[in-house]
């Protein structure tokens, strides 16, 4: 059976300091993979995604960037985290070149203080 | 922007009545998903109504959908407490090959005993 699995869990670094958030998946080939943003009480908003290996697809002018190095890792970083970083990050997935629904992570709270 | 907007944003009921979400849209959808969201966690898909599809049933779970109104709902029957949650649907566009959804805000769900 397929599983995400994203981390770390919780987060909190300060202004100024870099940032790395990991997402694998497991059990699947050349899934699409996405990374959204969730604010405290709001819906999630799509930050990137990604349709295979070195492919990324960038949804929202910010401070973060996203990596694909391998078929099923996808990476999230940042050079210089900003205080509007903190949030409730999510990693998803879904089999190629469909419609079908997202399996998500856990979620990373990234706190920057 | 956020294309569904569910509505109401919370609502409270007791163990054992219906709990019904309503979420609206603005564009032309493939399809239009239900997810739950239990604190601090990641979404886990509930149902997938395509947009040729008018009433779709999972167990407890009730989804329509009105293309000409840009409006979906979704029922809970004989809620239970293990059904607080928030609850979000998601539209996905009829082009590409990544399901870009697009989140509504969510409806906190709260069931009491």
């Known amino acids: 059976s397929q599983t995400i699995h994203q981390w770390p869990a919780t987060l909190v670094q300060p202004v100024g300091s870099p940032l790395s958030l990991e997402c694998t998946v497991e059990g699947t080939s050349n899934p699409n993979l996405y990374w959204y943003r969730q604010a405290a009480g709001r819906g999630l908003q799509l930050l990137f995604y990604s349709v295979g290996i070195g492919q990324i697809s960038s949804e929202v002018p910010q401070n973060l960037s996203a990596s694909r190095p391998q078929d099923r890792q996808f990476i999230l970083s940042s050079k210089k985290l900003l205080l509007s970083d903190s949030g409730f990050y999510l990693c998803?997935?879904?089999?190629?070149?469909?419609?079908?629904?997202?399996?998500f992570g856990n979620g990373t709270r990234l706190t920057v203080t | 922007s956020q294309q569904g907007e569910e509505d109401p944003q919370a609502l409270s009921i007791q163990e054992g009545e219906n709990a019904t979400m309503n979420c609206s849209y603005k564009?032309?959808?493939?399809?239009l998903q239900w997810y739950r969201q239990n604190s601090g966690r990641g979404l886990v898909h509930l149902i997938l109504?395509?947009?040729?599809?008018r009433e779709k049933h999972s167990g407890r779970l009730r989804v329509t959908l009105d293309t000409s109104k840009k409006s979906s709902s979704l029922l809970i029957t004989a809620s239970r407490a293990a059904d607080t949650a928030s609850y979000f649907c998601?539209?996905?566009?009829?082009?590409?090959?990544?399901?870009?959804?697009?989140f509504g805000t969510g409806t906190r769900l709260q069931v009491t005993l």
């Open positions: 109504i395509r947009s040729n599809e």
């Open positions: 998803a997935w879904n089999p190629t070149g469909t419609h079908s629904p997202l399996h």
């Open positions: 564009t032309s959808i493939n399809n």
């Open positions: 998601a539209t996905a566009a009829n082009t590409g090959t990544a399901s870009k959804l697009t």
